[in-house]
């Protein structure tokens, strides 16, 4: 399995993930056009795509989805709700619907989409299993539920949201509705809910750990990073690679 985080932050999200003989994008919240150059970034021909795997509508995650799917000729991979509020967007493209819940089988890996909690019709988050690797993906999500943490037990490498430090947050420039959106069930888990969150999910097969979605206004990259380090650091579980998402540069792909 091979994976680049290609943005991650509340301007746009996009992940690539090999898993068996498929080549898929997850989520695409850039311009079909910045997403194609962060392919060839990481020397990855966006030709050779075979989906794009949608979380929810929000344009974060959204944005080049359409133009990008007509572009290449590939299928938007989407739950059949969050399909209906991007109708707009998917003219004309190919479409694989889903139900969070289902499992399914897309080509040669195992697509399992579970729900969230969050601002959006039919949010979810995902696992990916092909050759014995199992990917835990994650994030937009404002409480940490049984459903998820169960979802992403046994993963070899994991997306999870450090979307906001608290105190930043509250002493934010935000207005107070945006704030306790944000905190609300919702809205993001913040850095604290997922090293906690992390915590719970170490085990020794666990080799990458992506910690995605960071707040420009409401977060340093150094708070999260520093916790998931000393976290790490006080088990003897596994030594998984940590990466901390980057709004403009992509992660090197990483092969687990
Ligand atoms: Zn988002
Ligand atoms: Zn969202």
Partial sequence: MKISVLAGGSKGNAVYLEAGKTRLVIDAGLSGAEIIKRLAAIGVESSSLHGILISHEHSDHTRGA??????????????????KECESLLKKCEIIEFEAGNGFTF???????????????????????????????????????????EKL??????????NHDEEMLMNGPYP???????????????????????????????????????????NDPKLPKSAAESLLAKQNLCNPQLFIADQYIPSRLLAI
């Fill in 66 to 83: 359409g133009i990008l799917s007509r572009k290449l000729k590939v299928p938007v991979i989407i739950s059949t709700r969050t399909r």
């Fill in 107 to 149: 080509r040669d890996i195992s697509i399992d989409p579970f729900q969230t909690t969050h601002d959006a019709v039919d949010p979810v988050g995902f696992t990916i299993e092909a050759d014995d690797c199992r990917y835990g993906h994650a994030t937009d999500f404002g409480i940490v539920t049984r459903l998820v943490t």
């Fill in 153 to 162: 037990k046994n993963c070899t490498a994991l997306l999870l949201e450090a």
């Fill in 176 to 218: 107070w509705h945006l704030k306790q959106r944000i905190k609300s069930k919702h809205g993001h888990i913040s850095n604290n809910e997922s090293i906690s969150l992390l915590d719970d999910l170490l085990h020794e097969g666990l080799e990458a750990v992506f910690l995605a979605h960071l707040s420009e206004t409401n």
